[in-house]
C-alpha cells in the first residue's frame, strides 16, 4: 500500500460528459502529479501541484483541469470527453519537488464510450 | 513528450536468468529513476541514481548511469516468475518525473 488513494477506481461514461478524479496523496507528502497511461501513449505527464500551487505542466489538454487543495488532496477534472480520453489515470505524490521517489495510487480506469 | 526510452520493448527469458533493460534520456537531470508495474497497478519505486553517481545495488537490482552518453541500464539478476512486469525509467529534472515506454519482462518458470 502506498499510501496515496485514488477514487473512483473505475468510470464508465459516455462522450461528452464530464468527470471528476480525486486523489489523497501520502499523509506529509505536499507534492502531487497527475499522469495518464493509454496503450498508445505510455505514461504521459499532465500536472504537478505543490502545497497548493501548479508547479509544472505537461501534455494537459485545455478540457482537463486539476487543483489542489489546502488539503492536499487533489482532483482532475476531465470535460468534453472523447473516445481518446480513455486511460488509466494515475496520482502519485512524494514531499516536495525533486526530493525522490514518486508514490503512485492504484490508478482510475476510464472508459468513455 | 517522452524523456526516457527503454531497450528492447519486450524481454522474455527462463527464471533464474539475467535480465537487462536500458534507457535513453535526451537532457540534463538530477536523478534517473526505475520503477515496476505489475499489469493494471501503480507503478512501484525500484531504485534512484544521482546524476553524479554511476552505479547503484539494490538486492537484486543493479543499476548503472552514464550521463555522459545520457543512458542507463537495469539489471535484475536471478530473475523469478514475480518479476514478470513492466520496467520504466523516469528521468527527473525537479519539476517533473517524465517516463519512458517501458520494457515488459516476462519471466518463464
Known amino acids: 500500500d502506498s499510501g496515496v488513494t485514488q477514487t473512483p477506481k473505475h468510470l464508465i461514461t459516455a462522450t461528452g460528459q464530464r468527470v471528476t478524479l480525486r486523489c489523497s496523496p501520502r499523509?506529509?507528502?505536499?507534492?502531487v502529479y497527475w499522469y495518464q497511461q493509454s496503450l498508445d501513449q505510455g505514461l504521459q505527464f499532465l500536472i504537478q501541484?505543490?502545497?497548493?500551487?501548479?508547479?509544472a505542466k505537461g501534455n494537459i489538454l485545455e478540457r482537463f483541469s486539476a487543483q489542489q487543495f489546502p488539503d492536499l488532496h487533489s482532483e482532475l477534472n476531465l470535460s468534453s470527453l472523447e473516445l481518446g480520453d480513455s486511460a488509466l489515470y494515475f496520482c502519485?505524490?512524494?514531499?516536495?519537488?525533486?526530493?525522490?521517489?514518486?508514490?503512485f495510487g492504484e490508478g482510475s480506469r476510464l472508459t468513455v464510450l | 513528450s517522452q524523456q526516457g526510452e527503454e531497450d528492447p520493448q519486450a524481454l522474455s527469458i527462463q527464471e533464474g536468468e539475467n535480465a537487462t533493460m536500458n534507457c535513453s534520456y535526451k537532457?540534463?537531470?538530477?536523478?534517473l529513476q526505475w520503477y515496476r508495474q505489475n499489469s493494471g497497478r501503480g507503478l512501484v519505486h525500484l531504485i534512484l541514481?544521482?546524476?553524479?553517481?554511476r552505479e547503484k545495488h539494490s538486492g537484486r537490482l543493479r543499476v548503472t548511469l552514464d550521463t555522459s552518453k545520457k543512458s542507463s541500464s537495469l539489471l535484475i539478476t536471478a530473475s523469478r516468475a514475480a518479476d514478470t512486469a513492466s520496467y520504466f525509467c523516469?528521468?527527473?529534472?525537479?519539476?517533473?518525473?517524465?517516463f519512458g515506454a517501458g520494457t515488459t519482462v516476462t519471466v518463464r518458470a
Open positions: 501541484y505543490y502545497n497548493g500551487e501548479e508547479r
Open positions: 499523509s506529509g507528502d505536499l507534492s
Open positions: 541514481i544521482r546524476s553524479n553517481e
Open positions: 502519485a505524490s512524494r514531499q516536495g519537488p525533486g526530493t525522490g521517489e514518486l508514490f
Open positions: 537532457t540534463s537531470i538530477n536523478n
Open positions: 523516469a528521468t527527473d529534472d525537479d519539476y517533473k518525473l517524465s
